[in-house]
Nanobody, 116 residues
Framework: VQLQASGGGLVQPGGYLRLSCAAS????????MGWYRQAPGSQRELVAR???????NYTDSVKGRFTISRDYAKNTVDLQMNSLKPEDTAVYYC???????????WGQGTLVTVSS
């Protein structure tokens, strides 16, 4: 399984970005899919994930600001990030686990920088 992340960049506080992760296999066969992030000097943490039944989980710091969704036609998992804060600055990684294995797959990471 290959995951290709895109959409990172530099944005001012209060701005928005949309991350997208394209999967080489059907997203119907991935459970869960999600986004993690890693800030400098910190451990990688879960940001949001979505199951193949549509259940979502968010870390507390992004609730109400970020929305995760799957696009079954495009085979992507997207993360809409609104009201961005400097503390959201990190490298964001797409994650997926196929239903036929316990192996985790990761995208290459995309940098999000929130700064004025």
């Amino acid at each position: 399984v290959q995951l290709q992340a895109s959409g990172g960049g530099l944005v001012q506080p209060g701005g928005y970005l949309r991350l997208s992760c394209a999967a080489s296999k059907s997203v119907w066969s991935m459970n869960p899919m999600g986004w993690y992030r890693q800030a400098p000097g910190s451990q990688r943490e879960l940001v949001a994930r979505v199951s193949n039944t549509g259940n979502t989980n968010y870390t507390d710091s992004v609730k109400g600001r970020f929305t995760i969704s799957r696009d079954y036609a495009k085979n992507t998992v997207d993360l809409q990030m609104n009201s961005l804060k400097p503390e959201d600055t990190a490298v964001y990684y797409c994650h997926a686990r196929p239903i036929w294995t316990e192996t985790d797959y990761w995208g290459q990471g995309t940098l999000v920088t929130v700064s004025s």
